[in-house]
């Protein structure tokens, strides 16, 4: 196992890593959050970046849970879950995703098995520093069907495509009604207001402008 150069600081990623060894690092970390791509045998791992990562990272988990809240749709929220699949050698831990179209399939497990449960359907990433591997391919590849990717502080949907690939949507997977251009003014939280009440400003923009 060879460990390549940090493209930033906090970052490091292992070559020839093998699939047992990628699961006892799954075991060793499970109770501490270190974001990490797995991927053909290389393995990323990073640490935490601070508020930087975090405020938006609860900022677009608390606007989807409230989304579903208010249109009545039942959604199974699991934080960072780490997807993987070994056939396909591919593993990554989001920064949050849910599940909706198959919440209740998901709802009374207790784990996560890969070789029975379908992926989220939604997972959210906070892209805030250079990644040696490609994150994106990787949710493909494990069949993330929407992937919702913040950076410089503008949100881009991705959907997945019949050939496997993400392309760009201005139409929500999960949310197909929801006005994605209206939307987004609320994913950068104005300074001089409270979450609490940003996320009341919110809820009062769906109830009128989404709901009957």
Not at 50 to 75: C, D, F, M, R, Y
Not at 146 to 159: N, S
């Amino acid at each position: 196992m060879a460990i390549l150069t940090a493209p930033t600081p906090g970052c490091v990623t292992f070559e020839d890593v093998s699939w047992e060894f990628y699961e006892q690092f799954l075991e060793e970390f499970k109770d501490r959050y270190v974001r990490h791509t797995f991927d053909d045998g290389a393995l990323e791992i990073m640490s935490p970046v601070g508020l930087q990562h975090a405020g938006p990272k609860k900022l677009l988990s608390w606007l989807v849970e409230t989304l579903t809240e208010e249109l009545n749709i039942p959604i199974l929220c699991v934080g960072s879950l780490t997807i993987r699949n070994q056939r396909r050698a591919k593993g990554i831990e989001p920064d949050e995703c849910f599940y909706l179209t198959h919440e209740a399939e998901m709802r009374n497990k207790t784990d996560y098995d890969p070789d029975r449960d379908p992926p989220p359907d939604l997972a959210i990433e906070i892209d805030w520093t250079n990644s040696s591997l490609p994150r994106m391919p990787v949710y493909a590849r494990l069949g993330v069907p929407e992937v919702w990717r913040y950076a410089d502080q503008q949100l881009t949907v991705f959907c997945l495509t019949a050939t496997g690939e993400y392309a760009e949507s201005e139409q929500s997977r999960a949310f197909p009604l929801l006005p994605l251009d209206e939307f987004r003014r609320f994913i950068v939280r104005d300074p001089q207001v409270d979450e609490t009440t940003w996320i009341r400003t919110f809820r009062q923009w769906v109830r009128t402008s989404l709901t009957p």
